[in-house]
């Protein structure tokens, strides 16, 4: 009898009925999987393909995959929630996840399937939820920090800067020794994500976008005037060239990469636009310089997420294991798309325990996400256009001590007037 019953468990084991880790679960069917460009297409789609080959090895389902560009992506993904038709798993940047939710167009998730709250970066978890409730689950995650040339720096006889003051008197003498403007690069009118480098600088000296309850718009207070006046000044000083106003960020990249200035602010991506444009520059990164109330850099990243009208959803939260696993987050965030793992486990891999990518792991330890709002894109929006015509109006020769605080308070009655609708 006790051979039969231990006959039985392996049959039942081998049939393709459990699954745990490498062993199979049959489930069948097909699902879509949607996802930005987050690598190269001649390298992504080959790898994408090759685990969705694995997946159906181990599950029967068939996974087919798409490439959606981002600009593509917004109307896509609404099209998507609309119709209940499009994608059964699909990418959202950090911030689209909450207002996605918010159209009700997702499915809820139970986060103890993934691991649970613990298994992921906190500030990736957070940009989950909606309202309380998960909706997504963390897939990779980006950050910020401080490139520095090593052999600019050399010449002017100057170390990394390790806070905002630091920062300043570094750039000085580099200018001095190097010329206007070759301190730093910076992104300005032309960027889409001004607020990411700004709140950087915002939370560094210890002013918030929002109230704790999420209720009021916080931004216009001191600490956010500071902190943009102190954005505008390396322009107005001379450490920054006076075209970082108009900049987008590429732009501001590529004075870096191209060594034209020693200093920007970047994420990881970037060391793969270094390795294929300019792969001999002698570089360095450390955290973003300290403010006068501590720490701080900005949180974003990509989850993954079902909608909510998918016909397999059980194959959905499969595939999402799957792509998880230690090894494939590993491989895609390590060899692919050049960012950051948002499982704690993966983070575990010895290749972001040194150099380089230990200052990002560092750095996203305490790295902050906005606020899970559905409202979020009016709230971006309105402080990205402060800042633009902050900018503007430095560039038109009209920038004044009372500018920042003007176009701060403005912006601050649009986000209030999008928080009532929360």
Known sequence: MKRLFICLICL??????AFTGGEK??????????????????THIAWVEQKAEEFKDQTGVEVKFEVVGWGDAWPRISSAIATGEGADVFQV??????QFAAT??????????????????????????????????????????????????KKAGVQPPKTHDELMAVGKKIVTTLGEGSAISLAGTNAWDLLHNWSIILWANGGTLLSTDNKKATFNGPEGVTAMKWYVNLVKSGLAS???????????DAAFINENVAMCYMGPWNIANI????????????????????????????NLVILKASGNKEAAKEWIKFILKDENLVDYTKNLSHMLPATKKAFDDPYYTTGIWKVFKDTLSYATAYPPL?????????????????????????????????????????????????
């Open 25 to 42: 679960k049959e489930i069948g069917g097909e699902i879509t999987f949607w996802a930005m460009p987050n690598a190269p297409d001649e």
């Open 275 to 302: 390795e294929q444009e300019n792969p001999t520059l002698n570089f360095d990164v450390v955290e973003p310089p300290v403010g006068p109330k501590g720490k701080a850099s900005f949180s974003g990243g990509s």
């Open 93 to 98: 940047g950090t911030t689209w996840n909450p």
């Open 12 to 17: 039942f084991l081998s049939s393709g009925l």
């Open 242 to 252: 006076k075209a970082c106003a108009e900049y987008n960020q590429p732009q501001a």
């Open 374 to 422: 559905g409202v979020w894109g009016d709230i971006e929006h309105a402080c990205v256009d402060a800042f633009k015509n902050t900018l503007t109006e430095y560039v038109d020769g009209t920038y004044t001590d009372d500018t920042v605080q003007k176009y701060l308070n403005s912006a601050a009655d649009k986000v209030n007037a999008a928080l009532s609708k929360e």
């Open 104 to 153: 009700g167009g997702l499915e809820e998730i139970t986060i103890r399937e993934f691991g649970g709250a613990n298994a992921f970066m906190k500030a990736n978890l957070d940009s989950t939820t909606y309202k309380g409730k998960y909706y997504g689950v963390p897939w990779f995650a980006e950050t910020r920090v401080l490139f520095y040339n090593k052999d600019m720096f």
